[in-house]
């Protein structure tokens, strides 16, 4: 117990120094983006050298004064902590006595609700046969690459450990398997979504559409459902709207986001096989978009993205067996797929009437911006979400599996991958476009 103590206590002390500096670099952001971001950065920094010290055969003890050394030192470079300090307790006072908070807190009673409603042990299939088993194979530091065969190819060897590596430490140091820890994670998980919408359109003075959002996503027990499953992909639609809003904030004269567009961007490689396409379309966007930028720093960005890339790619490289989706995708017979109508017009159909009955509040979002702004189908923002999901449109034409059968077990999840992304982008139009921060500064005004 005295060791899980110390961990929580480390990731609040990475958070609190990281966030530090966020205020510094980008004063833009509201306290609580820059709070999300730096939690997440911090998890995921203190997994990965979880991961390398099981890599490296080192004991828990060695694990955890290493991560309790980079805090002490971040905390050296704190100016005046007192008034940092101070400063977060004003704004979290300041909160209160705001009459948006208790919109924000009864969302998340309601959200609250929801998800334990949808909360189970172990909750389904893959989330014991493949993330939560794969976490407890990080617990045992002399067998854990026991994992990495296709002799328990049921449990796809091959996947990303980010979301295992969440688990995998809390487990360790626990000292047993208790299922709170990953119910808590994917709550956390489903929490930052609507929270990071809320604060991104607060900063762009849109916090009533903001709230509204927050509300819907409160509300939406498909969203939740999934999200309550402990699967990864919410941590990855996590991953992906964090990646769009640090784009969408992304000024020139103000470069240092570069780094966390990166990280964030390269995280979902990390996460699941396919971060990897939306890292790559992302790039290859981010680039097009930029290039003729003379302050673009294209150096800054692939820094940031260099150190989950190289995790990812030693995985890959060293421990990972091949994904058999992929080699059969690259390798197989898929000439007769690719002149097969009949799965196209499979597909699309599963796909249209999924999305209508999942995630119909996309579908109305879709008509009224085609509506009102036409161009928003025509943004970096929608012709990059849009090439991701034509590129999972593409698997499901070529791959293996039967169809009927891989679009019923995997649409509904992919596409929960990009939803909010969809809705974060769609709504910053409209908002952007149309009289809703006059609206929200009359309101703030009474």
Not at 2 to 15: A, F, G, H, R
Not at 99 to 124: K, T
Not at 214 to 242: N, P, V
Not at 290 to 308: E, M, N, R, T, V
Request: with cysteine.
């Amino acid at each position: 117990m005295i060791n899980t103590i110390l961990l929580i206590l480390n990731i609040i002390v990475w958070s609190f120094s990281l966030n530090y500096f966020l205020m510094r670099s980008l004063p833009q952001n509201t306290l609580l983006f820059n709070n999300i971001i730096s939690f997440f950065v911090s998890l995921t920094g203190i997994s990965t050298i979880y991961l390398i010290c099981l890599v490296l055969s080192a004991t828990v003890g060695f694990y955890l004064i290493i991560i309790s050394v980079i805090s002490i030192t971040s905390l050296i470079f704190i100016k005046d902590i007192s008034k940092y300090m101070k400063s977060i307790f004003s704004n979290i006072k300041s909160f209160f006595y705001r009459r948006e908070s208790v919109i924000i807190l009864a969302s998340i009673l309601l959200m609250s609700l929801v998800f334990s409603l949808h909360s189970a042990r172990w909750v389904g299939w893959d989330s014991w046969a493949i993330w939560n088993m794969h976490a407890k194979f990080l617990t045992f530091s002399n067998n854990w690459t026991n994992l990495f065969t296709n002799h328990i190819e049921w449990t796809h060897p091959d996947y990303p450990l980010m979301l295992p590596s969440y688990i995998a430490i809390f487990w360790k140091l626990l000292g047993n398997f208790t299922p709170i820890v990953p119910s808590i994670l994917a709550y956390i998980v489903l929490a930052a979504v609507p929270l990071s919408i809320y604060s991104s359109l607060k900063s762009k003075n849109l916090e009533l559409l903001g709230l509204i959002l927050f509300l819907i996503f409160a509300l939406d027990s498909k969203f939740i459902y999934r999200a309550a499953s402990q699967y990864s992909d919410t941590l990855l639609s996590l991953y992906i709207l964090l990646t769009i809003i640090l784009f969408n904030q992304f000024r020139t004269e103000k470069q240092n986001n570069l780094f966390l567009i990166g990280f964030f961007s390269a995280s979902s490689c990390w996460i699941k096989n396919e971060g990897g396409l939306f890292f790559i379309v992302f790039s290859f966007y981010l680039i097009l978009s930029k290039y003729k930028d003379q302050h673009f720093s294209g150096s800054k960005y692939f820094i940031g993205a260099l150190p989950p890339l190289l995790v990812t790619i030693i995985f890959k490289l060293v421990y990972a067996p091949p994904n058999a989706l992929l080699s059969y995708s690259l390798f197989g017979n898929n000439f007769e797929k690719l002149l097969d109508i009949k799965r196209y017009t499979t597909t699309i159909s599963y796909f249209v009437i999924t999305t209508m009955n999942h995630y119909p509040f996309i579908i109305y979002l879709s008509i009224i911006i085609f509506i009102l702004y036409k161009k928003y189908y025509l943004s970096i923002d929608f012709m990059g979400l849009a090439t991701v999901l034509l590129g999972y449109y593409a698997i499901f034409i070529i791959s293996p599996y039967d169809l009927k059968w891989y679009l019923e077990s995997a649409y509904s999840r992919l596409f929960h991958q990009l939803y909010p992304s969809f809705v974060y982008t769609m709504v910053t139009t409209l908002g952007n476009n149309y009289s809703f921060a006059r609206i929200n500064t009359n309101l703030q005004s009474r």
